[in-house]
């Protein structure tokens, strides 16, 4: 496989930044896109898939480096899977605690049984812009939608993920935690596995 020191990361989100170069260790620097731009691409498609490989080819082209993308986000099942892809978009924009808001609010009255929901993350890696060939890994992890918020780490839905495998929402995880056992680290030991880099 490839023998990567360097990769671009094609997202602005700087809590994935931390998060992903904190599982990739010292073996491959992780440089943000934003060093190169701060124009978001829009995030056309319909589907966690398509959305990665967009953000990563954009990325490679604008930086001429490999490039990696993290496409997530939260699907409840209450809400048949919304707000899915539009997670970070979810409250028009309005960032994190407008999301939150709007999806105590969905789930307003909603019984424990029904408020199933699962976090996903589709890596993409593409060695070039053109690439025919992109590395694509997903993660998967299943928990529950609190009543209210709770905990101060990790970044965007993490108060209101409640996870099942600790009693605790994802922001009351350590962050050395969260790395451990997240739809992110899932995908992530995929991807390390696809590398050789385990
Ligand atoms: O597209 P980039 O630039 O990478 O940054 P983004 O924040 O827009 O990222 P996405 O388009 O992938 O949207 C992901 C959404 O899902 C949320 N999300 C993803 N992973 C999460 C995690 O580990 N904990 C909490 N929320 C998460 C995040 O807050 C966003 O609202
Ligand atoms: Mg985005």
Aim: glycine share 10%.
């Amino acid at each position: 496989m490839m023998n990567i020191k360097q990769l671009v990361l094609a997202s602005h989100n700087a809590g994935k930044l931390k998060e992903l170069q904190a599982m990739l260790g010292d073996s491959v620097q992780l440089r943000s896109i934003g060093e190169w731009s701060k124009v978001e691409p829009e995030e056309t498609g319909l589907s966690f898939v398509e959305n990665a490989i967009l953000k990563a080819r954009n990325a490679a082209r604008i930086s001429g480096l490999p490039a990696l993308a993290d496409d997530s986000g939260l699907a409840v099942d209450f809400l048949g899977g919304a707000p899915g892809i539009y997670s970070a978009r979810y409250a028009d924009g309005q960032g994190d605690a407008a999301n939150n808001a709007k999806l105590l609010d969905a789930l307003k009255d909603v019984p424990q049984a029904e408020r199933g929901a699962q976090f996903v993350c589709v890596l993409a890696l593409v060695r070039h812009a053109d690439d025919p060939l992109p590395i694509l890994c997903e993660g998967l992890w299943h928990g529950r939608i609190l009543t209210a918020a709770s905990g101060e780490h990790g970044f965007g839905y993490d108060p209101l993920f409640w996870v099942p495998e600790r009693d605790v929402s994802s922001a009351e995880l350590s962050p050395t935690d969260k790395n451990q056992i997240s739809h992110r680290a899932r995908a992530m030991d995929l991807l390390r596995q696809r590398l050789g880099l385990k």
